[in-house]
Each structure stands twice: as structure tokens, then as C-alpha cells.
């Protein structure tokens, strides 16, 4: 019980510190010392003393990691940097992105970065871990696109220890100054060579790659969706229950290879056992990349053989408590990230599993049955965890991981592990292996594309706010607990609040419009009571990048939205269009309009039918009055100013959104006089860029407040400081959603209210 207490004690400071608005002085951190000692000598405060020491810990840490970061004033400028590249190059087409060591930056007196991820665009394919450069980069602080429900990339980048991101400016020679003789990345690279040359007709080789080396740069994104969608993606990730098998196997042969020592005067049986399995998990922790996941499975593993090396009584809760505690002392922000909840809930799951199958153990349940109540036990469990890191309710989960669990962890694994070690059998044993592997992959791919097709899909979940998937896990704990324990189980009567739905959360709300944080480009998700638009999907291209798939559909999951009544492609440029690439499929029963018909058509030909955003009529959705303004002459072709002007009322409150006008187009709208559009919020045209907002155009929309859609340091410095002075010298209130992530307008019958996200979800690393 003092393990718990301890490691939930400790849990606490170090979730305090991680998320709270802002950062504490430095020198409160040296009561930290002080705190432990309190808390060594007085067993009273022990818990309260682990929390503060936790508190403090991670405040230190991120102080340190702030220190580190890229200095402002050097964002966006070409630098001269010698590095030490330090992971696997990952080459997606023409494009590289790796990891460096910063050795030296010309003219840079600061604290250097301790790590930094570059893309190089047409790199040389001899580029590999332990090389030493001399590149010319331009570098910018760590950042990323901020959404509701979206991925944080700066919070990635913050526990990853990554403090500058950038690209190789190609038309500056590299210099290749020297390459180290061995590490465990060349050890790795190799590796995927000797794969590659064996494996040359395989269909999963990313994934026997990601399997044998934890490299998922080969990973198609439809394998990547599919095992997302079935819950089966903790499986690909060389993590405990990998990890935990291979040094099981090698405890095994452990036992067998004592019988072969004729001096047996060192080691007992049980001895080179438990060192073999430590060995082997170690190896292959190793051969993954010993990223965090494999060191919290390492910490676990090691804090189990050493129990049993000591023949301590094994207790499994106090050894996840131990292992947790070891992991937030050595490496605290990994609680930003996703692997460590999913990793310690899995365990948590597991002893709970332990404990129920004790009455179980009389033989009455065979180890068939056993594990499939564990099995079913993770389903239900992982609800809410999924709900909270994915987004989605994984519908195929149970039937899917009842059969990839088994031939995943005990069959493949082993089969990859013995590969690596049996490199030297003849290429044809090997290739003939290979193969072997490579069918038992595709075979579960396709057990997996009929549960989709059976109808086991994932769903998609409403936004539900942490309390509430606390309760929610609490209360499917009560429920499979047994009814001794648990006699009365009142609190299911709280099910009900659970079951909030973004209809109920409009009843003070008729219209809410969400300005995405899409970087340089433009995406806006429009709601009503009972509909819904997309205007816009940011920028994206048919080779995978997408904003799309990045920013809009996690918005539209967080939001517990599905198929949009319609959507608006405002005209054809890529920043505008090209995140829809990857989700048109499943927009398909959307009505379709753009200003840019023709150029939509060949962009997207499986699309129909496109409407003309230039001749549609106006509607009414609950009360929302949608209209097109037409300003456009016939003699005018280019695509900005083709771009469909939506205007949007709703109880006297009016929206403008302008997609890639210019002046032309201004001036043609004006013609229709001041009226049509005046404006209490306008979504600034074109980014803000000098060929747009003319001083006309802003007196005639005189908006109260102006937003512009625009990236972090983009190269034509949208938006000018000439246009925003403008609007600013009109009265208006200035939003960007470079500087303040996605813009959140929620209309009521009086007024609107616009919601900075940033700014109302405040983090250490913003």
C-alpha cells in the first residue's frame, strides 16, 4: 500500500507541474532537496512531500528544456551548423527527415539546442545515423498547429527533447565531414538493409521492419489507418508485451542451456535464466531504438527479474508502482505522452485481470477461455482511454486483438527476434522465411479488412471532457468487479451525465464557427443545431501530407461531427484544396461547390457532381441565413479571385468569409454596395497579403473583428503589417492563427464570442 500511495503522491506533482499555465520561478525549485529529506524523515508528510518533490522536478526539467530552445531572434535564419546525425533517416518520396546533434552554430552564443528535426528535400541516399555534417539550415523555434482535439506537435516536440526544427537550404553544398565506426543506429540501418535484400517481394515489409527494428518510415498510411481503426496499433510498437515475450522465450532457453555448462559453479539454473531473459529484452530493446516506450518496458522488466532474482515475493501492482515511479524520476515529461497512459493502463488492466481470474483458478476455466476474459476485459477498459487519446471507440477491437495478440506476440515476434539473430543462414532459408512472415502479416491484414467490412468500424466520439472519462472508467471498474466487493453500485446512476451530445451543448449556441490552425492556408468548419459546412481543407498533396487528415478530421471527431451537409472548396490552389486529397472518400454524399469548377474537376475526378459557388442560391439552415456573394465579371479567369464569398447571418450577427480575393474582386464586390457587406466578423482575404484588404473594401465591411489565416513565420510574411494596421485603424480586433492557434466564434441571439485557443488552453510549452 505505500507503493501506491507513493507513486499516486508522485503521479500527482509531476501531472501538476506538466499542466499547469505556467512555469514557476527557478529559485523555488532548490526546495526540492529540502522536500525529499521532509518527507524521508517524517513519515506524515512522506505523500505530501513526493508530491512537491514531483512538482518541483518537473518544473526544473522544463526549465532546462526551455533553456535549450532555438533563441527567437534566430527564427528563420540561415545558419551555418555542424551535426551528428543521430536516428534513421525516414525518406518519404523526395524528402528525408532525421534527427541532429547540434555540435556548432556560426555565430550562436547560447545555449545550444540539444536536439533538432530537419527535413532535406532530394538528400543523398548515403545519409545515415552517426555522419557529421556542415549544412546551411533555416531553423525556427519548436512549433505546431494548435486545435481542438488535434494532435499537439510542440508538446511531442517538448518530451521528445527536441528544441529547433528546419531544412537543409539546398542550394548551400553539404559537407560530409566524417561518419562514426559504430552505434546502435548504423547496427539498426544495416539491419534494414539486410532485411530489404531479403524481404524484396514482401507486402508488410514496413511493418516486419517496425517489428524488427521499430523503424515505421515504410509504414503505408492505409496500414498505419487500418490498424488505428481495429485497436490494433499497440501491437506494431516494440513495447512491453514484446519485449516481455522475447525475454520469456530466452528464460526459456536460458533453462535449457544451463544443462550444457559443465561448470556450473557461477550460475544456479535459475540465475542464467533470469540473465539470459534480461539480455535478450535488452537487445531488443536496443534494436527498437531504446526510445521511451522500450525504457519503460526495460525499467518493468528489470524491476520484475531482479524480484525474482531476490526471491522477494512478487507483487504485481507495487512493480508497475515501482517501474512508474523509476520512469517519472528519469524521464517525467514522458507523462506528455500518449504511450506512457496507454502503457500503465494496460498493466493496471492486467493486475485488475490478475485479480479477478484468481477465484478462476481451479481448473474450471481453461487458458483459452482465461484469455479471452482478459481480453474482453482490455476492450471495455480501453474505452474511455480511447475515447481520451484517439478520439474514436474502437468497435473491432475485442475480435481483432483476440486473434493479432496471440499470433502477433507469440508467434511473430519470436520468429522476427531469431531472423535478427540467425542472419547467417543461406539467403535462400531466409528469403523462404521472409515470405513465411510475410503471408502471416497479410493474412491478419485481411482478417482485419473483413471485420471493417462485417461492419466493425471505428467510431468516432464526442468531445468528453477528462472528469468524465475518469468516471466513466470508474464506473465499468465497478461494474466488473465482483458484487461482494462492491454491493451497492449507486454511482452507475451518474451514466446520464456521460451522455452530453454537442446538440445539448447548443442550447445557448446557434452557431458556432471554428477558424482550423492549418498552418499557411485556409480551413473553416461551420455549425448549426442540425448542420454542418467545410469551407476549406488547408493545404495537403496526393502523396500523404495532408492538413486534412491532421487538423480537420480530428476536429470533426472532437466535435462528434460526421458527414458535412456541404462542403466549399473556394478554388483550386493547393493551400486552399489540398488537404482534402486524403478524406474526399469519405465525403462522398456531400454537396460539393466551388469558384473554381473546371480546375476542381481534374484535381478531384472521382468528385460529383462540383456546383458553381458563382450561380447557387442562398439557403437556411436553423435559422442561419448561408449566401454566396457574386461580384465576379466574366472576364476575370484567375483562381484567387474566383474564390467563393460566403456570407453567413444569424440573428443580426454576420460572418464574411473571403477565401483568396484580391483587389479586383473587392472592387466588383463593392459594386453591390456598402450593405451587402458590412460584417461584424471577417475572415481577412487572402492571408492578409498587400494584393487584398484595400482601404475601400475594409471601410465598406468595417468589421468589429478581423482574422487571418496565416503560418508560423511563413516566407511571404503574411499577414502585412500594412494590411493589419489597416483593419486595426478601422476599430477592428486583430485574431491570427499563427500566433493563437485555431479561432472559435460561438453566435447566440445577441452576440458572437471569439475563442482564441491558445489563449483559453494555456501550456508550459506554448
Known amino acids: 500500500m505505500a507503493m501506491l500511495t507513493a507513486g499516486i503522491a508522485l503521479l500527482t506533482g509531476v501531472m501538476l507541474a506538466s499542466y499547469s499555465p505556467q512555469l514557476i520561478d527557478s529559485y523555488l525549485i532548490a526546495w526540492l532537496p529540502f522536500s525529499l529529506f521532509l518527507s524521508f524523515i517524517n513519515p506524515h508528510f512522506r505523500n505530501t512531500g513526493l508530491l512537491i518533490a ?103 516536440l517538448l518530451f521528445k527533447g527536441i528544441h529547433a526544427t528546419g531544412y537543409v537550404v539546398s ?108 539480455i535478450a529484452g535488452l537487445s531488443y530493446s536496443f534494436l527498437a531504438g531504446f526510445d521511451l516506450p522500450a525504457q519503460r518496458a526495460m525499467l518493468m522488466l528489470s524491476v520484475v527479474l531482479f524480484s525474482l ?20 524520476l528519469l524521464t517525467p515529461l514522458s507523462i506528455l505522452s500518449a504511450s506512457f497512459w496507454l502503457t500503465f493502463c494496460a498493466l493496471l488492466i492486467i493486475a485488475l485481470g490478475q485479480f479477478l481470474l484468481k477465484p478462476l483458478s481451479n481448473g474450471r476455466y481453461s ?36 486473434v493479432a495478440v496471440p ?61 468524465q472519462l475518469v468516471l466513466l472508467f470508474g464506473i465499468l471498474v465497478l461494474m466488473i468487479l465482483p458484487a461482494g466487493i462492491i454491493r451497492y ?21 446557434e452557431m458556432k464557427l471554428t477558424v482550423l490552425d492549418v498552418g499557411m492556408g485556409t480551413s473553416i468548419v461551420v455549425q448549426t443545431r442540425h448542420h454542418s459546412l467545410i469551407y476549406d481543407f488547408g493545404s495537403g498533396n496526393k502523396q500523404g501530407y495532408s492538413l ?46 466551388t469558384g473554381t469548377v473546371g480546375q476542381v474537376k481534374k ?42 464569398v460566403l456570407r453567413i447571418t444569424q440573428s443580426g450577427n454576420t460572418v464574411l468569409i473571403t477565401g483568396d480575393i484580391e483587389a479586383v474582386q473587392e472592387r466588383n464586390l463593392l459594386m453591390m454596395g456598402g450593405s451587402k457587406l458590412k460584417s461584424d466578423i471577417l475572415i481577412a482575404p487572402h492571408h492578409g497579403s498587400l494584393t487584398s484588404s484595400t482601404q475601400n473594401f475594409v471601410d465598406a465591411v468595417s468589421a468589429q473583428h478581423v482574422i487571418f489565416t496565416a503560418g508560423f513565420l511563413n516566407r511571404w510574411s503574411f499577414p502585412r503589417l500594412a494590411v493589419v494596421e489597416r483593419y486595426i485603424l478601422n476599430g477592428a480586433k486583430i485574431y491570427r492563427t499563427d500566433k493563437q492557434g485555431a479561432i472559435q466564434v460561438e453566435c447566440d441571439n445577441k452576440s458572437c464570442k471569439l475563442i482564441p485557443f491558445r489563449q483559453q488552453h494555456p501550456r508550459l510549452w506554448y
Request: glycine share 6%.
Open 54 to 156: 514531483g512538482f518541483l522536478w518537473v518544473q526544473a526539467i522544463i526549465h532546462w528544456e526551455l533553456d535549450h530552445r532555438l533563441q527567437p531572434e534566430w527564427n528563420n535564419k540561415r545558419l551555418i551548423v555542424v551535426g551528428e546525425v543521430i536516428n534513421l533517416p525516414k525518406n518519404k518520396f523526395t524528402n528525408t527527415s532525421f534527427l541532429i546533434k547540434p555540435l556548432s552554430i556560426a555565430g550562436y552564443s547560447a545555449k545550444l539546442p540539444k536536439l533538432i528535426k530537419l527535413n532535406w528535400r532530394n538528400a543523398p541516399q548515403s545519409l545515415a545515423s552517426g555522419q557529421r555534417w556542415q549544412w546551411q539550415l533555416k531553423l525556427k523555434q519548436p512549433r505546431g498547429y494548435q486545435n481542438p482535439g488535434g494532435f499537439d506537435y510542440e508538446k511531442w
Open 548 to 593: 486534412g487528415e491532421w487538423a480537420v478530421n480530428p476536429y470533426l471527431r472532437h466535435q462528434g461531427l460526421g458527414q458535412p451537409d456541404r462542403i466549399i472548396l473556394s478554388h483550386s490552389d493547393q493551400d486552399h484544396v489540398g488537404g482534402f486529397y486524403s478524406v474526399q472518400n469519405q465525403f462522398k454524399n456531400s454537396m460539393l461547390y
Open 407 to 467: 499470433l502477433v506476440s507469440f508467434i511473430i515476434v519470436p520468429i522476427v527476434f531469431l531472423l535478427l539473430l540467425l542472419f547467417w543462414l543461406p539467403s535462400e532459408v531466409l528469403e523462404l522465411l521472409y515470405k513465411a512472415l510475410d503471408k502471416m502479416l497479410s493474412w491478419l491484414l485481411e482478417y482485419f479488412n473483413f471485420l471493417q467490412q462485417s461492419g466493425f468500424q471505428a467510431l468516432n466520439s464526442t468531445a468528453i471532457d477528462s472528469w
Open 309 to 328: 532474482y531476490l526471491r522477494l515475493p512478487f507483487n504485481l501492482l507495487n512493480s508497475i508502482m515501482l517501474s512508474m515511479i523509476l520512469v517519472l
Open 171 to 278: 542550394k548551400f553544398p553539404a559537407r560530409l565531414l566524417d561518419s562514426t565506426s559504430v552505434n546502435i543506429n548504423v547496427i539498426r540501418q544495416s539491419i534494414l538493409k539486410h532485411i530489404d535484400q531479403h524481404c524484396i517481394e514482401c507486402q508488410q515489409l514496413g511493418l516486419i521492419q517496425a517489428l524488427s527494428v521499430g523503424y515505421r518510415g515504410n509504414i503505408s498510411r492505409s496500414q498505419q489507418q487500418k490498424l488505428q481503426q481495429t485497436g490494433t496499433a499497440h501491437l506494431i510498437a516494440i513495447s512491453g508485451l514484446h519485449i516481455g515475450i522475447i525475454a520469456g522465450v530466452f528464460y526459456g532457453i536460458g533453462l535449457m542451456l544451463w544443462n550444457l555448462i559443465t561448470n556450473k559453479k557461477y550460475l544456479t539454473r535459475k540465475e542464467l535464466a533470469l540473465l539470459s531473459a534480461w
Open 489 to 509: 453500485r449507486l454511482f452507475l446512476l451518474i451514466i446520464p451525465v456521460l451522455l452530453l451530445t454537442p446538440e445539448k451543448k447548443f442550447e445557448s449556441v
Open 367 to 402: 487458458w483459452i477461455k482465461k484469455i479471452f476474459i482478459i481480453q474482453l476485459l482490455f476492450s471495455l477498459l480501453f474505452i474511455p482511454i480511447s475515447i481520451g487519446v484517439f478520439g474514436q471507440i474502437h468497435s473491432a477491437s475485442l475480435l481483432a486483438n483476440l
Open 603 to 644: 484535381l478531384f475526378p472521382e468528385v460529383h457532381p462540383v456546383l458553381d459557388c458563382h450561380t447557387s442560391s442562398a439557403w437556411m439552415w436553423d435559422g442561419v441565413q448561408f449566401e454566396f456573394l457574386r461580384g465576379l465579371k466574366p472576364s476575370d479567369r484567375a483562381d484567387n479571385n474566383r474564390s467563393c
